[in-house]
């Protein structure tokens, strides 16, 4: 049976350290605000809108809220960035993903200030991950190292595999992964014989965004599997892209959906938040 990784309780954990740090700052005079814009009014992105205005709350920021209407233009938007790129008291800037249609997401996350990318996305923040130097790291796959460690997984010299190459998750996951010294392979929807390769795994990263599409017969017996996926049915329960009855018997540890992955994102964005409140 597999030791649940309890995502909850880790990030339970890294808010009170976090809240610690910032009542701390607040002591030598460090106040932290993060902006937070969303454009149109997508149920789903209110909620982790409100969610981030929570733990904001929680561990002592402050934050600025700006709802704009879904017709806002590009423009208007560049614009409201730049102000808050100019804000002194703004310490992180974090445009919640997806935007309407007629704004070009690659054009907002590059007009955020690299000092103030808290979401790790701006093409700065990814190029200095990439050669290993300071800046910020995309909150999924930084939260997910930090679940690993504090499970005391042993990281270095590891196979690691990881399904899915996208910006924000795959992509940095596997550089994240190389700075640990694990040895890294991604994996994505022209990779033959995936479930071979998966079943090499010490380490199985599953992000590939299709409902419990890896089974048991992916998992190598003994592995550790990070289950990435959020996806709601039509009754609101939540399942991931892995099918946990069937690998759950066959790893050695496993993060469930809910409770996993997902809490950690919030808990990493909030500590971007406070390393933007000393390096800024
Ligand atoms: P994307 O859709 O951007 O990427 C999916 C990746 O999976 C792509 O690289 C794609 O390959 C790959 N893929 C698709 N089909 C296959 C296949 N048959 N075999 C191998 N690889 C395949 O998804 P995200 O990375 O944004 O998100 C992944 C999942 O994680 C989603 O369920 C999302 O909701 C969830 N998520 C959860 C977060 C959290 O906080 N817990 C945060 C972010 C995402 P290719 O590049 O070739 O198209």
């Given at each position: 049976?597999?030791?649940?990784?309890?995502g909850k309780?880790?990030s339970a954990?890294i808010k009170e350290?976090l809240k610690?740090?910032v009542?701390?700052?607040?002591?030598?005079?460090?106040?932290g605000t993060l902006a937070v814009i969303q454009?149109?009014?997508?149920p789903a992105s209110s909620v982790y809108v409100r969610n981030k205005k929570k733990a904001c709350e929680y561990i002592g920021l402050h934050s600025k809220s700006f709802e704009?209407?879904?017709?806002?233009?590009?423009?208007?938007?560049?614009?409201?960035?730049?102000?808050?790129?100019?804000?002194?008291?703004?310490?992180g800037?974090l445009?919640q993903?997806?935007?309407?249609?007629?704004?070009?997401?690659?054009?907002?996350?590059?007009?955020?200030?690299?000092?103030?990318?808290v979401?790790?996305?701006?093409?700065?923040?990814?190029?200095?991950?990439?050669?290993?130097?300071?800046?910020?790291?995309?909150c999924?796959?930084?939260g997910?190292?930090?679940?690993?460690?504090?499970?005391?997984?042993?990281?270095?010299?590891?196979?690691?595999?990881?399904?899915?190459?996208?910006?924000?998750?795959?992509?940095?996951?596997?550089?994240?992964?190389?700075?640990?010294?694990?040895?890294?392979?991604?994996?994505?929807?022209?990779?033959?014989?995936?479930?071979?390769?998966?079943?090499?795994?010490?380490?199985?990263?599953?992000?590939?965004?299709?409902?419990?599409?890896?089974?048991?017969?992916?998992?190598?017996?003994?592995?550790?599997?990070?289950?990435?996926?959020?996806?709601?049915?039509?009754?609101?329960?939540?399942?991931?892209?892995?099918?946990?009855?069937?690998?759950?018997?066959?790893?050695?540890?496993?993060?469930?959906?809910p409770g996993?992955?997902g809490p950690m994102t919030i808990a990493m964005l909030m500590r971007n938040c406070v390393?933007?409140?000393?390096?800024?």
């Open positions: 049976m597999a030791k649940i990784i309890d309780k880790i954990e350290e610690e740090q009542a701390q700052l607040k002591k030598a005079g460090v106040e454009v149109g009014a997508d704009l209407p879904e017709e806002t233009t590009q423009k208007e938007l560049l614009d409201l960035i730049e102000q808050l790129n100019q804000d002194a008291a703004v310490n800037i445009v993903l997806p935007v309407p249609a007629h704004i070009e997401e690659k054009t907002i996350i590059n007009a955020i200030s690299p000092l103030k990318d979401d790790g996305f701006h093409p700065q923040s990814v190029g200095s991950l990439t050669i290993g130097q300071p800046g910020f790291v995309s999924t796959p930084a997910i190292v930090e679940l690993l460690k504090r499970s005391k997984v042993e990281l270095d010299g590891k196979n690691c595999v990881i399904v899915g190459r996208s910006n924000i998750v795959g992509k940095p996951m596997a550089l994240l992964m190389l700075r640990e010294n694990a040895t890294v392979t991604v994996t994505h929807s022209h990779t033959k014989n995936l479930k071979e390769i998966c079943s090499a795994a010490d380490i199985l990263i599953v992000a590939i965004g299709k409902k419990e599409f890896i089974t048991g017969e992916y998992i190598k017996e003994g592995a550790v599997v990070i289950d990435v996926g959020i996806h709601r049915d039509e009754n609101n329960k939540l399942s991931g892209d892995v099918k946990y009855d069937e690998a759950e018997p066959k790893a050695s540890m496993i993060t469930p959906v996993g992955v390393e933007a409140m000393v390096t800024v």
